[in-house]
């Protein structure tokens, strides 16, 4: 039986009933009244706010931990009502309260009606604008001591750095592992800290009485180099401050669009599933949420001398804080029309708001970003699918399980939407079949050591011999260097392909320790992969093999849509591995990378000289 929670409240406290926003309010403030006393009663007022009323004193922003859902605590309102709160949110009040005058805050828990779902709706696409026009960002990493610590540790590290940096001394890995262990604080892991921090330049990390600036932890971070692709969080963080300063600064860098963001903060998480999407696009360059394209309207009447105040507008896209007003006009409304239609709608299924999103973008979003999220689904699927959403749209909940070979650089792919089948439509790879069939899988083992990833180099490769043994090495070391590369690593293929030799060579024990590094990259390319030997129209008079996702089954079809770099004899390509259902229509399993041999080459140039015309389809659909 549950405890039953027996809170002292006074008589006369009823719980605060919102009312409905007034016509020309935008969200709503509290005021917090001043205690003397740290662990004193929380009383506050709650106003609305207009962003257009310059009269109105500003506010500052606070960003924290929801944590679980443990309303058993209090904040009194006006003054006979009461809301209830989480006891990290008591703790960020009371840290945030002043002793001697009150505090203008906006909450989401308490400006924002939590039972409203159609004014959540209407909220989330102004988050952007609440987090930048604040005069300041109270960020709340909790009562934790540990914690104190390392912010403490941090910010006395610029000396450190200073006096060491003179003398050589100093090491970085220092700082590397105090951020690692701040990174650990559960704010770090919270999916909606990302816009609420990196749109505004007076960012506060507190953490028990300790503090720190953002432009501190940036400056630390700057000092730290070559650090190992393991320390995926501090990369998450890296992002996140590179945001930052692209925002705030106006410090030029790459676009960030909602896949791309999507896929950088894949680790972070939400109580909310439908808030992995939304908790992101109030930064995304791409969307247009309805409130973006009135704040782009406000900026072009700003340019025009009818706007008072452009930072109350300066919200969405950095680069336009670099436009004067000269015929700047038409770019700014170019950048809204050519956006994706996102609408926040928190009464529909979770399903239903990803497949959804997923339309918009092939219907609306340019082609390279139409590929991401196709990489985005491949990256995710696996042996369980979802039957209420198309294979071909990403689960946001699913965390990528691999790298996707359709990568960046592949932006030939014309996808489409057919609304009469509500299918995805793909182009083939002109002059190559899909009649091609899955035959054999080699499974991966489980690897948790350096001498495992030499044990499972070579275990392929003797399998691929089993299967052929007129097969010499070459073949096998040729594909996993091209599966590498199609993921679209930037490691040097002559290192991959010369690690794998040496693994393969009977003398490899003699110097492991040199090779470590590569192998860990190559196997961490590798993940979520399978070696595969298919035929091609029913032949068997060349081992067909090819690098595909671990799901995969015997008689799953590969459709080549793109063919990649080879020799007259040799090739590969990038496969889709799809599923028919009872019904024919086919399922997106997930991509390959396959060695196309001479027989394959003897298709080719059969189709190109006019044969067989009628017996491939150009396109693909997948439900």
Not at 421 to 426: D, G, K, P, Q, R
Request: hydrophobic content about 40%.
């Amino acid at each position: 039986m549950a405890t039953l929670v027996r809170l002292n409240i006074p008589p006369g406290f009823l719980p605060y009933t919102y009312t409905p926003l007034s016509p020309t309010a935008q969200t709503r403030v509290i005021v917090l009244q001043p205690a003397l006393d740290y662990s004193a009663e929380l009383h506050c007022i709650i106003h609305e706010y207009d962003f257009h009323d310059t009269k109105i004193d500003g506010y500052d922003a606070v960003s924290y931990t929801w944590g679980e859902p443990d309303f058993s605590e209090e904040l009194i309102v006006d003054p006979s009502f009461r809301v209830r709160i989480t006891p990290n949110l008591r703790d960020a009040l009371r840290r945030f309260r002043l002793p001697n005058k009150a505090r203008r805050l906006w909450v989401d828990a308490i400006c924002i009606d939590q039972g409203d779902e159609d004014e959540k709706s209407q909220q989330i696409p102004l988050m952007s604008q609440i987090y930048r026009s604040a005069s300041s960002v109270c960020v709340w990493l909790g009562d934790d001591s540990k914690g104190a610590r390392i912010l403490a540790a941090i910010k006395a590290s610029t000396r450190t750095i200073q006096l060491y940096g003179r003398t050589g001394r100093w090491h970085s890995s220092d700082m590397l592992m105090l951020i690692m262990e701040l990174v650990k604080l559960p704010w770090f892991s919270r999916r909606w800290i990302v816009q609420e921090v990196v749109l505004n330049a007076d960012v506060l990390l507190c953490c028990g009485q300790e503090d720190l600036s953002m432009v501190q932890l940036a400056s630390r971070i700057s000092h730290i180099e070559n650090v190992p692709p393991v320390f995926h969080s501090y990369e998450t963080l890296l992002a996140m401050i590179s945001l930052w300063r692209r925002w705030v600064l106006c410090e030029e860098g790459q676009l960030h669009g909602i896949i791309q963001l999507l896929e950088a903060f894949d680790s972070f998480q939400c109580f909310e599933a439908k808030d992995r999407l939304y908790a992101l696009s109030g930064i995304a360059t791409d969307l247009d949420m309805g409130a973006k394209k009135q704040m782009y309207q406000g900026m072009i009447a700003h340019y025009q001398g009818a706007v008072p105040d452009i930072h109350k507008y300066n919200c969405f896209e950095p680069s336009v804080s670099k436009y004067t007003g000269q015929g700047s006009d038409e770019e700014l409304m170019k950048q809204v029309s050519t956006r994706i239609p996102l609408r926040v709608n928190y009464s529909v299924t979770t399903d239903d708001t990803y497949t959804s999103f997923a339309i918009s973008v092939i219907q609306s979003a340019e082609t390279r970003t139409k590929m991401d999220l196709l990489r985005s689904t491949l990256a995710r699927l696996g042996r369980t699918q979802n039957v209420n959403m198309p294979s071909w749209a990403p689960d946001w909940r699913q965390r990528a399980a691999r790298k996707p070979y359709l990568y960046n650089g592949h932006t030939g792919v014309g996808l489409s939407y057919n609304e009469h089948s509500s299918s995805l439509s793909i182009p083939l790879a002109a002059c190559f079949p899909c009649e091609m069939l899955v035959t054999t899988i080699f499974p991966l083992c489980s690897v948790s050591s350096t001498r495992g990833i030499v044990d499972w180099l070579r275990n392929m490769s003797a399998l691929c011999l089993e299967k052929d043994p007129a097969l010499t090495a070459e073949p096998y070391i040729s594909l996993i260097v091209e599966a590498i590369r199609s993921t679209g690593s930037d490691l040097p293929c002559s290192s991959v392909q010369a690690t794998i030799s040496w693994a393969l060579s009977s003398d490899w024990e003699d110097s492991l320790n040199a090779h470590v590094d590569m192998l860990h990259d190559i196997f961490r390319l590798l993940l979520g992969r399978v070696m595969f030997c298919y035929s091609c129209h029913g032949s068997d008079a060349a081992l067909h093999i090819g690098v595909g996702a671990d799901h995969m089954q015997i008689d799953d079809k590969l459709v080549l849509v793109h063919t990649l770099h080879g020799d007259p004899t040799v090739r590969y390509g990038t496969a889709l591995v799809v599923r028919s259902s009872m019904q024919q229509d086919n399922k997106l399993i997930g991509d390959s990378i396959v060695r196309l041999n001479s027989i394959c080459r003897d298709l080719e140039l059969s189709i190109a000289a006019g044969k067989h015309q009628e017996r491939f389809p150009k396109t693909l659909e997948i439900v």
